[in-house]
């Protein structure tokens, strides 16, 4: 299982990002996904989950509102848009698999992980 964030950058508070994560080596389109974050200095924190058809979503309160989880199965593809940026946004960002098929919403415990991608917000 391979997964590759990317889309961060450095934006200034206010401003949107929208990152992508593409998965390979595995079914995506039967795997629950999630996005986490780690900031400088704090432990790693779920933001944003979907479950395997992207009928249903779960976000963490710090985000709530101003971040959108979606995904495209025919694509391998998951996506965060994330608008009205703040600097407390600031964080290395991970997407992660749930390698259980079908199964639920998950704010922990994935099987799978790729590289993160730096999202810095200016103030």
């Known amino acids: 299982v391979q997964l590759q964030a990317s889309g961060g950058g450095l934006v200034q508070a206010g401003g949107s990002l929208s990152l992508s994560c593409a998965a390979s080596?595995?079914?995506?389109?039967?795997?629950?996904m999630g996005w986490f974050r780690q900031g400088p200095g704090k432990e790693r924190e779920f933001v944003a989950a979907?479950?395997?058809?992207?009928?249903?979503?779960l976000y963490a309160d710090s985000v709530k509102g101003r971040f959108t989880v979606s995904r495209d199965n025919a694509r391998n593809t998951v996506y965060l848009q994330m608008s009205n940026l703040k600097p407390e946004d600031t964080a290395v960002y991970y997407c992660?698999?749930?390698?259980?098929?079908?199964?639920?919403?998950?704010?922990?415990?994935?099987?799978?992980w790729g590289k993160g991608t730096q999202v810095t917000v200016s103030s």
């Open positions: 992660a698999a749930d390698q259980r098929v079908f199964g639920p919403l998950r704010r922990e415990g994935m099987d799978y």
């Open positions: 080596g595995r079914s995506f389109s039967t795997s629950a």
């Open positions: 979907i479950n395997w058809s992207g009928g249903s979503t």
